[in-house]
């Protein structure tokens, strides 16, 4: 079911709204061997880059290889922690600051495969997927977002 | 022989001066020969980070190529 | 604001919902800081007890000793970690299998602090809080929640 | 001397015996005096983890009372 071999889309149009997570949170209440959730959200931040404002933030990605990316990253880690299930969406398009452009949503019968899973896949997803943010400025120049480690 | 027919993809800050996402080149034997072409047509790649990826594997040496082979340049990822 | 002396509620009664999740992650587009949030839920399992299955849990707590502890706990988190907000939500009453108990919530500029810090709230809110939960079983008989660590 | 009137809670597991939530007591002196009545009272007490808070914090020592203190008896916690 969740650790199949399958291929999956991550990728949502726009930002992910605050409804669309309570969906996610709501669909689990039928798994009822689950006892603890762990979720990531990525915000986008009003940074101020060469003095102007951050107004929001283009995401693009070379998909077909954030995918396989992704789905080699999901079958490491379900390898290595006891989950019950773990679902990821990441933006694409323009996501305006305050808005959520990353979702990760561990789940396990016990809480810390969920909290460890959670956590390293958050950091991977930064490191290993081909996915690229355009920071608007409020002068309508951009500059190119880069992640901290 | 036949002509080896392959695609370039840009992504990120590259195509701030690449201007378009994809080319399609011919007869270019291998990689290097490749981004010797692409430092040519668009200088600014020299000072630019980036890593190679060949059919959405990243390479780390000179690589030859076939037809339908698709060569990515990926400058520093930054999702989340 | 957030890290204000105020002594907080954080007892709400019976389960929380998606809903409540999803309208608390929404009150924080405005803040426009915030880059990552970490959210722990903790859902009630359908564990087997002396061979008979949980249905629910009925939690109870010295409310006003767990408040002071909470609010303890919440000053030594801000002073420990450089956190936008956290906001804190266990039931009181019955919850039933598959619904969610604790919700722990914590939001920061990068990513780092509010995971850390979350994580940590979850492991002192099990270990420090006086509160109790009867696990009811499918014959209508009771057992007492003990918590792993 | 004016008598000293104290009130005593019972938490989680321990209700399963006591049957009531909340005792109040008069003219114990201290912790120990009170804790040995409520055995007495209780005999399941005497197998039954638990952490004594006086006016919600935990002490672990024998400690004097005097009127409106409160006394808790705490099993393990359970949250989350």
């Known amino acids: ?149 | 022989m036949s002509s080896i027919k392959i695609s370039v993809l840009f992504f990120g800050q590259i195509t701030d001066y690449t201007l378009v996402n994809r080319i399609e080149l011919n007869d270019f034997k291998d990689t290097d020969t490749v981004l010797h072409y692409l430092k040519t047509m668009f200088p600014r790649l020299k000072e630019s980070p980036y890593q190679l990826a060949l059919d959405k594997e990243i390479i780390h040496e000179n690589t030859l190529l076939t037809s339908h082979h698709t060569v990515a340049l990926l400058p520093p990822y930054a999702g989340g």
Request: glycine letters at 6%; one cysteine or more.
């Open chain 1, 1 to 149: 079911m969740s650790s199949d071999h399958r291929v999956r889309n991550i990728f949502i149009q726009g930002a992910i709204s605050s409804g669309f997570i309570g969906e996610k949170i709501a669909d689990h209440a039928a798994k009822k061997n689950i006892g603890g959730h762990s979720i990531f959200l990525g915000q986008v931040r009003a940074d101020l880059k060469e003095d102007k404002e951050v107004t929001g933030i283009e995401y693009t990605s070379y998909e077909e290889m954030a995918l396989e990316k992704m789905h080699e990253i999901r079958q490491a880690i379900f390898a290595k922690y006891e989950l019950t299930c773990m679902h990821v969406y990441h933006s694409l398009g323009l996501v305006s600051v305050g808005e959520i452009s990353l979702f990760v949503f561990a789940s396990s019968v016990h809480r810390a495969p969920a909290i460890e899973a959670c956590r390293e896949v958050v950091e991977r997803i930064k490191k290993e997927l081909p996915v690229w943010g355009k920071e608007l400025l409020s002068d309508h120049s951009h500059v190119w977002k880069e992640n901290r480690n």
